[in-house]
T-cell receptor, first 110, second 113 residues
Framework: NAGVTQTPKFRVLKTGQSMTLLCAQDMNHEYMYWYRQDPGMGLRLIHYSVGEGTTAKGEVPDGYNVSRLKKQNFLLGLESAAPSQTSVYFC?????????FGQGTRLTVV | GDSVTQMEGPVTLSEEAFLTINCTYTATGYPSLFWYVQYPGEGLQLLLKATKADDKGSNKGFEATYRKETTSFHLEKGSVQVSDSAVYFCAPQGGGSNYKLTFGKGTLLTVNP
């Protein structure tokens, strides 16, 4: 039972590069979320989706884009990476009762 | 929007000590309330939850009671263990059509033998 799978687990980017983080869930959940976790800041919501084809902004959406073309996948894109986007990124999915989290992606932008 | 105020850490306790981590929230509507735990190097996982006023969530010796009148959901454990060392997050989840899950900043707990 895979649950929520994030790829990649680690990545180093140069400033200005682009990349996409992939989140896949096999629990048929409607809701999916992208968070970033920084020391002393807790978890901050970047974007979320309440169903296939829908997305919404969270607390810190600037510099990120998302897509939910398939129910099981939620992609987070960075078009032009900046050092301020160095963080640990977590994806989660849920059905309105509890959220299930991936193991995280550690992204460093140099 | 929804927000959470959580007791600031870090909290350091000796094994078998009593633990309280305070959490108060503001939310529109009538949220469900959750505590999540994050062990080192891992993602968050659900610890316990409560979905209506006066409900008590419990798991692994941890407890929290949904207090609507004080908008609080404090986490307690009577006797902590070294294996409880982790970061704990309080999270209200909005009801209705808005299922945003908002987290507090987290409280780092270290339990020493």
């Amino acid at each position: 039972n895979a649950g929520v799978t994030q790829t990649p687990k680690f990545r180093v980017l140069k400033t200005g590069q682009s990349m996409t983080l992939l989140c896949a869930q096999d629990m048929n959940h409607e809701y999916m979320y992208w968070y970033r976790q920084d020391p002393g800041m807790g978890l901050r919501l970047i974007h979320y989706s309440v169903g296939e084809g829908t997305t919404a902004k969270g607390e810190v959406p600037d510099g990120y884009n998302v897509s939910r073309l398939k129910k099981q996948n939620f992609l987070l894109g960075l078009e032009s990476a900046a050092p301020s986007q160095t963080s640990v990124y977590f994806c989660a999915s849920g059905q309105g009762t509890e959220a299930f989290f991936g193991q995280g992606t550690r992204l460093t932008v140099v | 929007g929804d927000s959470v105020t959580q007791m600031e850490g870090p909290v350091t306790l000796s094994e078998e000590a009593f633990l309280t981590i305070n959490c108060t929230y503001t939310a529109t509507g009538y949220p469900s309330l959750f505590w999540y735990v994050q062990y080192p190097g891992e993602g968050l996982q659900l610890l316990l939850k409560a979905t209506k006023a006066d409900d008590k969530g419990s798991n692994k010796g941890f407890e929290a009671t949904y207090r609507k009148e004080t908008t609080s959901f404090h986490l307690e454990k009577g006797s902590v263990q070294v294996s409880d060392s982790a970061v704990y997050f309080c999270a209200p989840q909005g009801g209705g059509s808005n299922y945003k899950l908002t987290f507090g900043k987290g409280t780092l707990l270290t339990v020493n033998p």
